[in-house]
């Protein structure tokens, strides 16, 4: 049972982390000086509840990584779950979506290294890997299902060796070539929604969301991803028939319809 001091004390943990994200939200930086100031509380007092600033900047990612996650993860309707095209799809759709509501919090563990927090922090590294497995997984299941056509590639050695310790590290099935091509789409991903979200699309494109959606389509679209998703309802133009089927589903409109 949780005693009212442990209550106390975690609602306490809570405000510092709440008044960190406002800062980040704000574009300021994360001081002890500038959340003990806005609490009332002293430094040593702060000290009671986080070892250093480093702490709470390193309980802010491992919180950010796991709320993403748990976005990626959450419940697919009883459609969507026949068919692991269609979840890779929304999957990374819901990718963008969540980045979008959260920058500050995509920016913690996606954005530049946060300032005093070192690469071998094992709970981070570990709520990353998690979400790396969760597509490297999602694809190798397509692939066996006989829903992913991946062209036979020649990698040079070094790049060889790299994408099998990438394969040892996350005790992954999938072939070489299968985590070539996963790292290819979720940097593609990773790159537009860097570029939307630090607005380097500005005055160029109209709808990032379209924009986003088309761009995923076209390069899951090379392996017959795209053409497994609405096998169920075939159009003359398979592909444009399930992106567009898709798109209704996460509200991402063109504007001229």
Request: glycine share 6%.
């Amino acid at each position: 049972m949780t005693t009212r001091r442990e209550k106390l004390r975690q609602a306490t943990v809570e405000e510092i982390k709440s008044i960190a994200w406002d800062l980040l939200g704000q574009n300021q930086t994360v001081t002890i000086h500038s959340i003990t100031r806005q609490m009332g509380m002293t430094a040593p007092a702060f000290y009671t509840y986080f070892k250093n600033r480093e702490a709470l900047m390193a309980q802010l990612v491992e919180d950010a990584l796991d709320a993403f996650y748990s976005a990626l993860t959450a419940p697919f309707s009883s459609k969507e779950k026949k068919n692991t095209a269609t979840i890779i799809f929304t999957t990374f759709i819901r990718y963008r979506q969540w980045a979008v509501a959260n920058p500050s919090a995509f920016s913690l563990f996606a954005g530049q290294p946060v300032s005093g927090l070192g690469t071998d922090n094992g709970a981070q590294a570990e709520l990353a890997d998690r979400g790396y497995k969760l597509f490297f997984n999602l694809f190798d299941r397509a692939e066996k299902a006989g829903g992913l056509i991946l062209p036979k590639a020649d990698f040079p050695t070094d790049y060889s060796k790299m994408l099998a310790a990438v394969k040892e590290r996350l005790a992954l099935d999938a072939g070489v070539d299968l985590i070539h091509h996963v790292i290819q789409v979720t940097g593609l991903v990773h790159g537009l929604i860097s570029m939307e979200l630090s607005h380097r699309f500005t005055g160029m494109i109209e709808n990032p969301e379209l924009l986003f959606a088309s761009q995923l389509s076209d390069i899951l679209g090379r392996t017959g991803l795209i053409n497994k998703m609405l096998r169920a309802n075939p159009g003359k133009d398979e592909l444009a028939c399930a992106v567009s089927e898709t798109m209704k589903r996460h509200n991402i409109r063109i504007k001229n319809e």
